[in-house]
């Protein structure tokens, strides 16, 4: 390679860098003027580019974005389960980004077991027109872990707080049989955050809602607590506990955390002040499906520690309608 031809590919490579920050700041997220702010969570589609039955899925997402016109779509993992999967994530996003929503996506644990691997699938899902994720995190482990800060309706300040994790695939460890944990720089990540947050707020927590794949140990917990929906399934969580529960709890910000991987789950339950949630399962009959598919929404209001929820159905449907805390609160 020659002189001029290496200063031409860097420029190339600082323009490319350039237009990515500025793409990414073009799609701050904002609660609305009314100080709202609505999500479509959208998990497990396993969509198959073959296989007729994947366009059941397309319906529910289809539908769900013209009805709730969200601020945002969150795809909590499994989402394409078919090579090539370029082609299936290509018709996925394209329903999400021909609208101009933003999305974020968490990967599940099926998501790599195509014909790309995990950091491949990662890096293609952040190349997506409207796509806020983020594939790498310096020395934290694991592709997409990564906030969404919510500014203010009325200005620049950060009133809310998503965050979006990959709670991995399997157990790497051999005594230890299932799926896999967060690791400990992942919840030490996740505390550092949030005290930067709370930092930033002169000392009080940000509402702070959480989105990931596979349910933390706690869930089974929270479902014998107190809960509302379905439970057709045991929980497929991870035999180990590596505490990011506990580091929500004690960071005091993390209102609900919101799941997929149990197909046939759809639970919002109650466990020590946060609210443990699955989404709806969203994909067709390509895989196991006992339930009905469709999508969670959940809705914030600004200045309240506070989220509203329910989920969509076909034809117009809302079902299991809740307000935290207010719906688990004993009177």
Known sequence: MNNFSRKTGLFCVAILSLLTVSGLQAQQLSFRKDGSFKIVQFTDVHYCVSKPESKEA???????????????????????????AKNGWDVVTEAVSKRGIPFAVTLGNHDDEQDLSRAQVARLVASYPKSLFKD????????????LPIKSATGNKTSAVL?????RSYSKIKAVEGYGWFSQDQVNWYRNQSKDFTT????????????FHIALPEYNKAYNTRAIGLR???ECNPKVNSGMFTAMLESGDVMGTFVGHDHDNDYIAWLDGIALVYGRFTGGKTTYINIENGARVITLQEGEVAFKSWIRLRGNRIIQQTEFPKTFIKK
Do not use: R
């Not at 601020?71 to 090539?84: K, N, Q, R, Y």
């Not at 965050?163 to 709670?167: I, P, V």
């Not at 930033?200 to 989105?211: E, H, I, M, R, S």
């Open 163 to 167: 965050y979006c994790m990959d709670s």
């Open 136 to 147: 790498t995190t310096d020395n934290v482990s694991g592709y997409g872990n990564y906030t």
């Open 232 to 234: 057709f399934e045991d």
């Open 58 to 84: 397309l319906a529910v997402i289809n539908e769900t974005l013209d009805a709730e016109k969200p601020d945002l779509v969150i795809f909590t993992g499994d989402i394409v389960t078919e090579a090539p």
């Open 200 to 211: 930033q707020n002169g000392g009080k927590p940000l509402p702070a809602l959480a989105f």
